[in-house]
């Protein structure tokens, strides 16, 4: 019970044989189908309130700024296994000719070179890469894969993406939705460059980390406090749950810490409160971005053996896509059963930030998009992406930057007990048919239907509920007021039985340490003893004889 999560770290990294693993973490989703990261100072079983067994994921926690820097070859694979994971759930934004080239170093580390015996006219056909790609991406993919990718290793292949999407805006961007002051749906990310803002499919805002002064929170509500030339400026987002704020505003101190500072020696608490005695109080404790690096530097081994997942061609759609995303977790030292690698995708399927439809490519800008896919729900969706791709005719060009980053597009319960067929069995909304925060309305959706039924129930009393609600507003805001002045008086009493004992120890006692007597040596104290305290005791022990005179006498 008291086993903490770095030990579950260090046990992973040390079961693959994996040095650079300060760029890892584990992640969980709780009960209330927020997502976490296995803080490694805690208890594992206080971070988990669900019950056992539990579902973790191996997951690329801070993406390395420059891959050029990643010294192993095994750290470069797992790296590239999160990218095409994120590639495939819509959550790296690019050009069409962007898409094409990262898709076809998939197909090249996969495969190898193009052979005309192996591989028939439709063989990227088999490789489900993006949310939804055309038959004219595909055909690109196909191209760049004969042409400009022959001869390259797996491991070159790999390299290759990784310089590629490195460079793009949304590289290691992890999507929180929330809306803004105006109420318009964005969704806020971390990146080694800063803290990143997308309306739509365009980064509104990039805020370097040295421009940041602080990230705090309260409730629902998230800032950013900015000082830039001398002018200070705070951005204020609202989250759907205060658990939501919080894992945001915990991500953007882990961030800060990771890529800002030179040394971990300097990362101080963060509060997420101005109020020192108030809110949540976190201090990251890992190496940073630098020391990651130069720790790299220093690693003397034979590098270990990469075992590469193959991909069998001859495979239906369906299976291939699923094959595709579950050997994404490598070497794994047990083998799991397949409920448990279905409840792992699935679980990154319902968090919000997971998909979007943000790489789906089509040939008419003004129709409505589809929302993006998932492993567990390539049958029902495959229709249209075949019905989308179709169009050999058209030939105006297609581009991404018409889309809608919009990782949230669509929502889908977790199943726990029901297993993988509660996701085919659930129903999918076309994304036209989705007003603006609609994600945010599907959280709450329960909660707004008991309101409703208790609203309907109550219609004869209407107006002492709302009596009793505007009394019970006053007391909720009085009890607060008291809880933060009962906190502020016991903070107080807290510093006077410490302060106190140390002050009569110095102006009473003869005890001769060191520091005491320094500090007895110090004029200000000489004069605090001689003008103030000294009068005082006088004053009170005469107040004090003359009160026992009195008393005697009566």
């Not at 889309?403 to 996701?423: C, H, R």
Request: contains cysteine; charged residues 25%.
């Amino acid at each position: 019970k008291e086993t903490k999560g770095q030990f579950l770290i260090d046990h992973i990294c040390n079961h693959y044989s994996l040095m650079e693993k300060d760029y890892f973490g584990i992640r969980f989703v709780d009960p209330e189908k927020q997502r976490h990261w296995l803080d490694p100072n805690k208890p594992i079983s206080k971070q988990m309130k669900s019950h056992p067994p539990y579902t973790m994921c191996f997951r690329v926690k801070f993406y390395p700024h420059e891959p050029l820097k990643i010294k192993e070859e095994l750290t470069r694979y797992l790296l590239y296994l999160q990218i095409k994971r994120d590639i495939f759930h819509g959550r790296l934004l690019c050009s069409f000719a962007d898409a094409a080239f990262l898709g076809a170093c998939i197909v090249q580390a996969e495969i190898g070179d193009y052979d005309p015996d192996e591989h028939p006219d439709n063989y990227i056909c088999d490789f489900k890469i993006f949310p939804k790609q055309s038959q004219k991406l595909e055909r690109k993919i196909v191209e760049v894969h004969k042409s400009e990718l022959r001869g390259q290793s797996p491991a070159v292949a790999e390299f290759n993406l990784l310089l590629k999407a490195h460079s793009l805006e949304t590289y290691g961007v992890d999507p929180h939705p929330c809306k803004d002051s105006t109420g318009t749906t964005t969704f806020l990310g971390y990146t080694a460059a800063g803290f990143v803002v997308f309306q739509g499919n365009k980064r509104i805002h990039l805020i370097r980390w040295p421009d940041i002064c602080k990230m705090k929170f309260d409730g629902k509500t998230f800032y950013v406090v900015i000082l830039q030339k001398e002018k200070k400026t705070v951005l204020t987002y609202h989250t759907s749950t205060p658990a939501a704020c919080k894992h945001l505003w915990k991500c953007g101190v882990e961030n800060q810490a990771f890529y800002k500072y030179a040394k971990s020696s300097q990362v101080k608490t963060v509060t997420s409160s101005n109020i020192f005695f108030k809110g949540s109080r976190y201090r990251y404790c890992g190496k940073v971005a630098k020391e990651v690096v130069e720790a790299s530097s220093k690693i003397q081994r034979d590098p270990p053996e990469v075992h590469r997942s193959l991909i069998p061609h001859s495979r239906s759609s369906y299976s291939l896509n699923k094959q595709l995303i579950i050997n994404m977790e490598p070497l794994q030292p047990l083998i799991p059963s397949p409920s448990e690698e279905e409840e792992e995708e699935e679980e990154e399927v319902e968090a919000p930030q997971e998909e979007s439809i943000l790489l789906s490519l089509q040939n008419d800008v003004n129709s409505s998009p589809v929302p993006g896919n998932s492993p567990s729900r390539d049958i029902e969706v495959m229709p249209d992406l075949r019905h989308d791709g179709e169009d050999p005719l058209k030939e105006e060009p297609l581009t991404i930057s018409e889309q809608v980053y919009n990782p949230s597009a669509s929502l889908l319960p977790t199943p726990v007990d029901e297993g993988v067929e509660m996701l085919f069995n659930s129903s999918l909304r076309a994304e036209g048919e989705r007003k603006d925060g609609d994600s945010f309305e599907e959280f709450d959706a329960d909660e707004h239907a008991f309101l409703i039924a208790e609203e309907e129930e109550l219609k004869e009393a209407r107006k002492a509920l709302n009596v009793s609600y505007n009394f019970l507003m006053g007391n909720m805001q009085l009890n607060a007021f008291l809880k933060s002045f009962s906190r502020l008086v016991l903070v107080a009493l807290g510093l006077l039985l410490v302060l106190l004992p140390l002050l009569l120890v110095l102006l009473e006692s003869d005890i001769d340490i060191s520091f005491l007597h320094d500090i007895r040596q110090t004029p200000e104290f000489e004069q605090f003893h001689n003008e103030y305290y000294c009068p005082l005791r006088k004053w009170l022990a005469c107040k004090i004889s003359s009160a026992l005179n009195v008393a005697n006498r009566s």
